[in-house]
C-alpha cells in the first residue's frame, strides 16, 4: 500500500518573518539530505521560494507554483488551493507549502497538512501578530471532528537567544510545538538562489538549520507513525531527549501542574517521569505564582 507524503505548510499572515527561505531550504534538506521525492508549493505571489529553487543548484526538487485568485470568493480559492495541492502531491513522499495566509482562504485548507509551520521573529509586533493568528485558528488545531494538523511555532532570524527563551511565556490559547530557533546570519542573505542551507561550506548556517531541520524531520515522522495506529502521548520515551523534547512549548494555564493542554489526541497521565521531566527546559514548565 502506497504511504500518503508527508504535507508541510509554512504560513503566516505577514511578510518578512522568513516563509520563503524556511520553505525553500527544508524542501532541500528533505530531497538532498533525506533523499526524499520532494516538491515544493509556493502559492506566494512573489513567487520568492521558487525562484529560490530554480536558480540554485539544481538538486531534484519539483517546483510548482500557485498564485490564488484573490478576488474571486473563498469556495473558488479553496478549490483551487486544493487542486494545486493534489497535484504536488502526486508520486511525492514530501510536500512543502509556501503561504503568505490570506482570509479569503477558509481555514478548512489548513486540514490538508500534517503540520502547520508558523515562523515568527521576536519583537513584539511580529510575535503579537503570531499570537492573534494562532489563536484565531485553534478551533482548527483542537478538532475533535477531523484530525488536525501539528501547530510548530518557529523562532526565525533570531539574534539573541536568551531573548527567546523568555518571550514564549507568553499565553497561548491552543498547544504547540516550538522548533529551535532559526538564528540571524548576515551571510544568510547571500544564499538567495545560489546556494541551499544544507549544501553550503559555511558551518555556522548549516548546523543551525539542520537542527531545526531534523526536528520538523522527526516531527513528521512521528506524525506518519500516528496514521499507523493509535495516537501516542507527545511523551513517548522514544522522542524523550530529543531536540522537539527540550523545546516543547506548553500554554500558559490556570492549572499549575497542567503540561499539555489536554484533548483526546493528546491526554498526558498524570506523573510524567522525572526523567521525561528533565528533558524541558525550566522556561517552557508551568509554574505556580
Not at 257 to 262: H, V
Amino acid at each position: 500500500m502506497k504511504t500518503a507524503p508527508l504535507k508541510i505548510l509554512i504560513t503566516s499572515q505577514k511578510g518578512g518573518v522568513g516563509k520563503s527561505t524556511l520553505s525553500a531550504n527544508l524542501a532541500a534538506y528533505f530531497c538532498h539530505t533525506r533523499g526524499k521525492k520532494t516538491a515544493l508549493i509556493d502559492f506566494d505571489h512573489q513567487a520568492t521560494s521558487s525562484k529560490w529553487v530554480k536558480k540554485a543548484y539544481p538538486i531534484g526538487i519539483h517546483c510548482n507554483t500557485a498564485d490564488l485568485p484573490n478576488y474571486k470568493g473563498p469556495g473558488i480559492v479553496l478549490l483551487k488551493a486544493k487542486e494545486a495541492l493534489r497535484k504536488g502531491v502526486e508520486n511525492h513522499q514530501v510536500v512543502v507549502a509556501d503561504l503568505t495566509w490570506t482570509d479569503v482562504l477558509s481555514p478548512e485548507f489548513l486540514f490538508e497538512f500534517d503540520l502547520v509551520l508558523v515562523p515568527t521573529s521576536l519583537s513584539i509586533i511580529e510575535l503579537d501578530s503570531t499570537l492573534e493568528f494562532i489563536n484565531r485558528f485553534s478551533f482548527i488545531f483542537k478538532s475533535r471532528l477531523r484530525k488536525p494538523p501539528k501547530l510548530v511555532l518557529v523562532p526565525s532570524r533570531v539574534d539573541d537567544f536568551e531573548t527567546y527563551e523568555a518571550i514564549f511565556t507568553r499565553s497561548f490559547n491552543t498547544s504547540f510545538f516550538l522548533a529551535p530557533p532559526v538564528m540571524y546570519s548576515e551571510s544568510a542573505n547571500n544564499f538567495f538562489g545560489s546556494e541551499f542551507f544544507v549544501l553550503t561550506t559555511n558551518q555556522e548556517v548549516r548546523e543551525n538549520f539542520m537542527t531545526f531541520a531534523r526536528a520538523i524531520d522527526e516531527l513528521g515522522e512521528s506524525e506518519m507513525e500516528d496514521r499507523q495506529g493509535p495516537r501516542r502521548s507527545e511523551f513517548n520515551p522514544k522522542l524523550s531527549g530529543t531536540v522537539l523534547d527540550q523545546f516543547r512549548a506548553m500554554r500558559n494555564s490556570e492549572e499549575p501542574d497542567t503540561l499539555i493542554e489536554k484533548n483526546p489526541e493528546s491526554e498526558v497521565k498524570q506523573g510524567v517521569s522525572k526523567r521525561l521531566m528533565s528533558a524541558i527546559p525550566t522556561f517552557l514548565i508551568n509554574k505556580r505564582d
